[in-house]
């Protein structure tokens, strides 16, 4: 079932003059904010509501075979039942609304349902006991007849909504939910946040239905971002990961996906300074069922990192996707590839870049050349001088001496604390492409960039001018391929929650929010490659919100140093799996973003996973 809520806000012919999106009805207007409206703000109204409602571009959102429900919690209404001028003016404006809508709804094929809520329920009253039907009605305590009578109007009564208390929870559970089990619509619990009350809940209900052997969803009415609330709710409902790693480390964590001896596999490693080992984890994996740790071990670190892991700045990637590799690097040119054998990572191959100066040289993948067994990675360094503060190369290291094939660009002169990136080869105008990204501080905000690059087949280096794309730090990116092109995903921390209850209510259009860098909440940006190409290309766009139609964005979770590895199933589907440095005992949700249980006083090692949307 799908459901959303909007909250039509009633305001007087003064203020609605005001209004440059309504129309000037002496009888006012429905603007669209739960909380109190302010004149000096312009709000969305009932007239937005219809250009959505027609969108071409939505129109697969609002015809699929599962039924589409509206909540309008209905505010500051005027709704009594005397002749009060104003009163009949409100329920005149709701009677405009409800013939609009159906209109539309039937002449575009539309599924979609809309359910009255708030003020506009015929809770107290009567005059409203058989108008707008055939809408239903929330129920919240009241009328009392209504939890097992449907005679003499509460038939309209048809959707049971709690608050987040217990009581009020486990009341629906002991009348055996009274006369709304039977019908269609599932349980509502509004509106929690945090990942304790939705595990709480959830398994107050699992034991109800064990108990009764009802069959009833039960459903959240939700403020955070769709992928959090799925996290959150994953070791109940089974459909995503949020799990405490069984390892006992306290480094960052890096994550790659791998078939190992025909099975899906996840490999964890942690590269320990204290004991100068790279240890590391295999689990077995069904999406979203089940996973089980097969080994832990530990490694010493090969002679050619001699000053690894001394420094934090790693890169860990999966080699290709038609063998079980994995690339280790460190910021000084060292890295090591392992063959994984028996579930053991033995070394296969070791090699060094020739380092610069003082430059922090960073491997950041291996790309197999198409048209040769040749092996190419790219080369950050954070700085090659002549005021250049991040370069590119890419190298030949398909010898034992690591060759340079190109001059070094110079990608930018605004200084990163962090780099990453993604990069493939073999397309028209380019021998090597990809995207790379950076981190960089500003004022006690973090911001994360993007550019793309090309090393065309002449040999010539280009990278366009970076682009900040939002608030975070140190992302981390990985990519599939899918059919002719390639989903790419990044994930951050310090992000910001355009979802919450707090920015959902407030004053300030949801995307038109300043984004702030929060203290751990962590976020995603995924699309296709194109889509990042073109937000590139595009000189009007500005940092990516969650109302970007091509590249989905969002907080999921909270917690630090966070990495992913995007996989696909025998079955065409794709998912994430990634991993991070927990929420400690004593963090708080500074953002009120929605905040995860924390595992173990030190955090622990979390990881999430999780289908990305089919209609990305």
Not at 581 to 594: I, M
Request: net charge negative; aromatic share 10%; charged share 15%.
């Amino acid at each position: 079932m799908r459901l959303v809520k909007i909250d039509p806000h009633w305001q007087p012919h003064g203020f609605c003059q005001l209004q440059r999106g309504v129309n000037k009805d002496s009888r006012g207007c429905l603007v669209y904010t739960h909380n109190n409206p302010i004149p000096s703000v312009q709000y969305n109204s009932t007239e937005d509501l219809w250009g959505v409602l027609v969108n071409p571009e939505l129109r697969p959102f609002f015809t699929q075979s599962n039924t589409l429900y509206i909540a309008l919690c209905f505010k500051a209404s005027p709704s009594g039942c005397d002749d009060n001028p104003t009163n009949k003016g409100w329920i005149s404006l709701v009677d405009d609304f409800f013939t609009k809508a159906n209109k539309i709804i039937s002449e575009n094929k539309l599924n979609i349902e809309f359910v009255l809520d708030g003020e506009a329920t015929p809770d107290g009253r009567p005059c409203l006991k058989d108008r707008w039907r055939p809408w239903n009605s929330t129920w919240i305590n009241s009328p009392e007849s209504a939890i097992t009578s449907n005679d003499n109007g509460d038939d309209r009564f048809q959707i049971y909504n709690t608050d987040t208390t217990v009581a009020s929870f486990q009341k629906g559970l002991d009348i055996n939910l009274g006369k709304f089990r039977k019908n269609k619509y599932p349980y509502q619990l509004w509106e929690p946040s945090d990942q304790s009350e939705f595990e709480l809940f959830s398994q107050m209900f699992l034991n109800w239905t064990a108990a009764s052997g009802n069959d009833k969803n039960l459903m959240y009415a939700i403020n955070i971002d769709p992928i959090m609330f799925e996290l959150y709710n994953g070791r109940k409902t089974l459909r995503t990961f949020h799990h405490l790693l069984p390892v006992n480390n306290d480094n960052a964590p890096y994550v790659v996906t791998l078939t190992v001896e025909n099975k899906p596999t996840i490999a964890v490693l942690f590269l320990d300074t204290k004991t100068s080992k790279m240890h590391y984890s295999f689990f077995a994996f069904s999406p979203f069922n089940t996973f089980t740790l097969i080994t832990t071990q530990a490694l010493p670190i090969p002679p050619n990192l001699k000053k690894f892991p001394g420094t934090q700045k790693v890169t860990v990637s999966r080699v290709d996707s038609s063998s079980p590799a994995i690339l280790v690097s460190d910021e000084n040119g060292n890295s090591v590839i392992y063959v994984v054998q028996d579930y053991v990572l033995q070394i296969k191959k070791t090699f060094t870049l020739p380092q610069q100066s003082a430059d922090q040289l960073q491997v950041v993948q291996i790309i197999h050349q198409n048209n040769s067994n040749s092996v190419v990675s790219l080369s950050l360094p954070k700085s090659t001088g002549s005021g250049c503060a991040l370069g590119l190369d890419v190298w030949d290291t398909s010898s034992s001496t690591p060759k340079k094939v190109t001059s070094t660009l110079c990608a930018t002169n605004s200084t990163f604390s962090h780099v990453s990136g993604f990069f493939f080869s073999g397309t028209a105008l380019c021998e090597v492409e990809g995207l790379v990204m950076g981190s960089s501080s500003e004022e006690g905000n973090s911001f994360v960039w993007i550019a793309q690059y090309c090393l065309n087949h002449s040999g010539e280096q280009t990278i366009s001018k970076f682009k900040k794309y939002g608030v975070g730090s140190d992302p981390q990116v990985s990519a599939i391929k899918r059919d002719d092109s390639w989903v790419v995903m990044v994930v951050q921390g310090n992000g910001f929650c355009y979802n919450s209850h707090t920015h959902n209510t407030a004053h300030t259009r949801l995307c038109s929010q300043k984004a702030i860098s929060t203290p751990r909440v962590l976020t995603y940006h995924v699309g296709d490659y194109q889509s990042w190409v073109e937000y590139l290309g595009d000189l009007s766009a500005t940092t990516i919100s969650s109302c970007n139609s091509k590249i989905l964005h969002g907080a999921y979770d909270q917690g630090y140093n966070p990495d992913l590895d995007l996989f696909v199933n025998p079955q065409g589907k794709y998912g994430v799996i990634e991993v991070h440095q927990g929420v400690k005992a004593s963090d708080k949700d500074v953002g009120g973003c929605g905040m995860p249980l924390s595992y173990s006083p030190n955090g622990g090692t979390v990881m999430d996973g999780w289908w990305l949307p089919q209609l990305l």
